[in-house]
């Protein structure tokens, strides 16, 4: 009898820890709100462009950025840092590597879920859905052998070049995923598409997708 009662205690507490377990691990989602977060990222970005010079892109990013905090479930995303990107357009390729661009953003986002865990290895970081409606500007700094402007091809490397002649605006709207990996650093990834123009004298739509690596401070 006193095997069988402290068996029976045995499994009640296991029982109870499980349970209080599972209360722990997540906090509850009527309570969680978006927090301030700043760090540093890694990221690939692809495009799709659409229309008369259709082409694919693909950007490699490293760069700071801030999320701010405007409401429970509302944050302004900005970043800003250097990129190089793989090209392909018609019979043109610039190959990786061949240009450097710097680049700066902003985003407003509206979380659509969010969870958080609270074990020490865990961090929220905003993790859940979002959307969100990216602006971003940027310019080459070096720029590549070729590049497409206006449906045509130009050779950038030549002394006519100058610093933030050609600069790149896009509008869009993406659906995204964040998923903390550890209380400091997380993954992310997003599609949608946006209108991009060149000096608002030429412009184009495309689809994109976008995969991000994180480390906050």
């Known amino acids: 009898k006193p095997m069988k009662k402290l068996s029976l205690v045995f499994i009640t507490l296991l029982f109870v820890l499980a349970v209080h377990s599972q209360t722990e691990v997540y906090f509850s989602r009527d309570t969680l709100k ?28 490293a760069s700071y950025f801030y999320e701010l905090r405007l409401a429970d479930r509302v944050s302004l995303f900005m970043d800003a840092g250097l990129n190089t990107s793989f090209r392909k357009s018609g019979s043109v390729t610039v190959p990786m590597f061949s240009q450097l661009g710097i680049f700066m953003g902003v985003e407003p986002r509206y979380y659509l879920s969010l969870s958080q865990r609270k074990s020490a290895l865990r961090g ?29 091809t130009y050779d950038f490397v030549d002394s006519h070049f100058k ?40 412009g184009n739509f495309y689809l994109n997708g976008a995969l991000k690596l994180a480390y906050t401070f």
Do not use: C, M
């Open 34 to 61: 978006v927090k301030s977060l700043q760090g540093a990222s890694v990221e690939t970005n692809n495009f799709w462009e659409l229309g008369r010079s259709s082409s694919f892109n693909s950007l490699l990013e």
């Open 124 to 152: 929220g970081l905003n993790s859940g859905w979002y959307v969100g409606v990216p602006l971003r500007a940027l310019t080459d700094v070096i720029p590549a052998s070729y590049n497409i402007y206006d449906g045509q």
């Open 163 to 202: 610093l933030g002649e050609y600069i790149k605006y896009s509008a869009g709207f993406n659906i995204g995923y964040r998923h903390a990996l550890t209380n400091k650093l997380f993954i992310e990834g997003a599609v949608g598409g946006a209108y991009q123009t060149y000096n608002f004298k030429y």
